[in-house]
């Protein structure tokens, strides 16, 4: 059996508690968020409303800041641009897939963040399983297997004819490259990011050997927390690719701010509008995520972070003159801290 601790010990890298320190993407999100939340304070002063942002996006619920359903929300996109899925009702005895989608599938809450509890299913009882410990209403989405992974922002004013693409973010999926001698837990080792997640993979995964120039996926979930890397794509964002998200969120009634995380096969592909599919669609919770590579630079990260939040604060004032009615305070923070929608 592959000893974990003797793994990390046994390579020479970066001490976890200093390259945690040096590399911002890993800081906690409340210290990463101090600079964010003193911003959003000066906008909800400006605004004069401690919930401005909840007139964001009318058609979503608060705007879709937390709480609010996914599934509600991509069932609100055209069907030949999104994976087939169901809702599961929390307290589901007998889950049966509908005939339009097979195994594997990808199961997540329908009100979740940072894709915790999102997982890959490869079989009924491990989804039945799945159902009975998450407690909460779950989408069952068929997996789609096209090979990137890429989170893109899109953003309109009520008054403009047309909106932006302002962040583009391609993924990196964690893996390791066989080498004929070494295991998958040595391999992981020698790259900082690849060392956070030894301590939840299992000692028969770590101790495999593959051979010479064998790719490895280890995670094939597109998540930061499961060791994904962000890439700063903005260079590739055409004239093509905003036209095609345009015409996609322009047929979403009351959607002006949000992120669409999707997977594709080429973006030569996507800019024709074919071959991606969108497997959430985010509110105004959404970041920006190409802050989070590390070539972007701490100051540019939050510089198009505050840039954001303007345009959040935009829009929300004109909707404000179109008439939108905004969340009253009280009753949204009893509903953040109730815990009920």
């Known amino acids: 059996m592959t000893d974990i601790k003797a793994i990390v ?12 320190t040096v590399n911002y993407e890993y800081w906690p999100v409340w210290f990463f968020y101090i600079p964010i939340g003193l911003y ?16 964001v996006n009318p058609s979503f619920k608060d705007s879709g800041i937390i709480r609010y359903s996914k599934f509600d929300v ?5 069907e030949e641009f999104k994976p087939k899925g169901v809702l599961i009702k929390s307290g589901t005895l007998n889950i049966v897939l509908p005939p339009q989608i097979s195994f594997p599938v990808i199961a997540k809450p329908d009100m979740g963040e940072r894709g915790k509890g999102v997982t890959v299913v490869y079989d009924l009882a491990t989804l039945q399983r799945y159902a009975d410990t998450i407690n909460q209403d779950f989408i069952i989405q068929e997996f789609c297997d096209f090979p990137q992974e890429a ?25 390791v490259t066989g080498n004929g001698h070494q295991t998958i837990g040595q391999l992981m080792s020698l790259s900082f990011r690849a060392r956070l997640q030894i301590g939840r993979m299992s000692p028969d995964f770590l101790s495999r050997i593959h051979q010479d120039g064998e790719h490895v996926k280890i995670e094939a979930i597109g998540n930061h927390n499961r060791g994904t890397r962000f890439i700063n794509s903005n260079h590739l964002i055409s004239e093509k690719l905003v036209s095609v998200f345009e ?7 009351g959607f002006y701010y ?25 509110g105004i919770n959404s970041e920006p995520v ?41 009753r949204f923070w009893v509903s953040i801290f109730s815990g009920k929608g």
């Not at 991509?74 to 055209?78: A, V």
């Not at 909106?163 to 999926?173: A, D, L, M, Q, V």
């Not at 949000?258 to 991606?276: P, S, V």
């Open 247 to 253: 015409d996609i969120s322009k047929k979403i009634d």
């Open 258 to 282: 949000g992120r669409y995380d999707l997977k594709f096969n080429t973006i030569e592909e996507m800019e024709d509008g074919i071959n991606f599919k969108i497997v959430e669609l985010n």
């Open 9 to 20: 010990k046994n390579q020479n890298t970066t001490p976890i508690w200093l390259g945690k």
């Open 74 to 78: 991509l069932s609100r996109i055209s």
């Open 151 to 175: 989170a893109i922002f899109y953003i309109r004013k009520p008054s403009e004819s047309r909106g932006r693409i302002t962040s583009f973010t391609t993924k990196e999926f964690l893996s």
């Open 290 to 330: 190409h802050i989070y590579d590390q070539q972007t630079g701490l100051f540019n990260a939050y510089k198009d972070f505050f840039t954001h939040m303007r345009y959040m604060y935009e829009i929300s004032e004109e909707n404000k003159l179109r008439g939108i009615q905004r969340t009253g305070a009280i």
């Open 40 to 55: 959003i304070t000066y906008l909800a002063l400006k605004a004069r409303s401690a919930t401005f942002f909840t007139g």
